[in-house]
């Protein structure tokens, strides 16, 4: 009898325990919100604890707490990878704020892939600035560490932007329809893409002329404003052109026989020139001594200056 009223009881209790809401089993504990990119979503095994849980909430990409700490409070992120610190200096080419990558054109020509985050720092004139200042077409100079296989950017230093740049080179392709200039770095082998602005000034010397003169081959100097895209060119001198004609004057610096080339100083314009002869003109290899002052009247073929013939400046009477 006293088995049967403890069962009774026993049924009753878990009848009023369910009409009763406060004393109800409670819902499952609603999951996390997903956790920022690349953030693990708890650091630990218990899921509800708030110190092993990363939320879009407890994570701001903030400037200054970004560059002074070199990681965020509870973000979950591993630390700084170790190892040597590289630094490379270019123009970044392309920023992927989603996947956290960007790829700079060095300054030597080629392109470095480089990954950041939160723990990447940013400084635009000393200062401390957000990630989402770097920017395309931004010249920048990033201390980096391998993480792995792939190169990971430490911090991010932004040039502040200049007004007018100055490059020259050669012409490998002008295309009026576009406006675009495709050129041969002086510096680098690598080809840069520039476009003509609406005002650009072309000169020859003293002489205005029209774009229909950037042939390939031509050499030039031109003056840039920096772009997002491609940078705008205001104005062209053409330096020289296929085919045409060239007079140099200055003092012999160095003479290749073998090679056929002849160096030239000019004092007055504090440049120096390389000259090629033919290397069979024996004639003309042996009146060329180091320090005479000679005139050298020669050809461009697009790639060089083609001696034609060789003056040797009268000596002064004492």
């Given at each position: 009898m006293i088995r049967y009223l403890l069962s009774a009881l026993a049924l009753g209790a878990a009848f009023a325990a369910a009409q009763n809401p406060s004393t109800a089993a409670k819902d499952p504990p609603t999951p996390?919100?997903?956790?920022?990119?690349?953030?693990?979503?708890?650091?630990?095994?218990?899921?509800?604890?708030?110190?092993?849980?990363?939320?879009?909430?407890?994570?701001?990409?903030?400037?200054?707490?970004?560059?002074?700490?070199?990681?965020?409070?509870?973000?979950?992120?591993?630390?700084?990878?170790?190892?040597?610190?590289?630094?490379?200096?270019?123009?970044?080419?392309?920023?992927?704020?989603?996947?956290?990558?960007?790829?700079?054109?060095?300054?030597?020509?080629?392109?470095?892939?480089?990954?950041?985050?939160?723990r990447t720092q940013v400084f635009r004139d000393g200062k401390a600035v957000s990630l989402d200042d770097v920017q395309a077409g931004q010249r920048a100079y990033v201390d980096s560490t391998l993480d792995?296989?792939?190169?990971?950017?430490r911090s991010i230093r932004l040039e502040l932007p200049a007004t007018t740049g100055q490059s020259s080179g050669q012409v490998v392709e002008y295309r009026a329809d576009s406006g675009e200039l495709v050129l041969r770095d002086a510096i680098t082998p690598t080809t840069v893409k520039m476009r003509l602005g609406s005002g650009v000034k072309i000169n020859r010397g003293d002489q205005v002329t029209k774009s229909s003169e950037l042939t390939a081959g031509t050499l030039v100097s031109v003056a840039f404003a920096p772009s997002s895209k491609e940078p705008v060119v205001s104005q062209i001198t053409i330096?020289?052109?296929?085919?045409?004609?060239?007079?140099?004057?200055?003092?012999?610096?160095?003479?290749?026989?073998?090679?056929?080339?002849?160096v030239l100083e000019d004092d007055t314009r504090h440049k120096s020139y390389d000259l090629y002869f033919d290397p069979t003109a024996r004639q003309l290899g042996t009146q060329l001594k180091l320090g005479?002052?000679?005139?050298?009247?020669?050809?461009?073929?697009?790639?060089?200056?083609?001696?034609?013939?060789?003056?040797?400046?009268?000596?002064s009477a004492r």
């Open positions: 996390p919100l997903e956790a920022k990119r690349g953030v693990p979503e708890t650091m630990g095994s218990d899921r509800s604890s708030s110190a092993g849980v990363v939320t879009t909430d407890a994570i701001e990409r903030s400037s200054g707490a970004t560059a002074t700490q070199g990681l965020l409070p509870a973000t979950g992120l591993p630390p700084l990878p170790g190892g040597t610190v590289s630094l490379f200096g270019g123009m970044i080419q392309s920023v992927d704020h989603v996947r956290d990558r960007l790829v700079l054109q060095v300054f030597q020509g080629h392109r470095v892939p480089l990954l950041f985050d939160e792995g296989t792939d190169v990971f950017a330096l020289a052109s296929p085919g045409e004609s060239y007079t140099f004057s200055g003092q012999v610096a160095a003479v290749d026989v073998t090679r056929g080339l002849l005479a002052n000679v005139t050298a009247k020669t050809r461009f073929d697009g790639k060089q200056y083609c001696v034609d013939a060789v003056t040797l400046a009268p000596v």
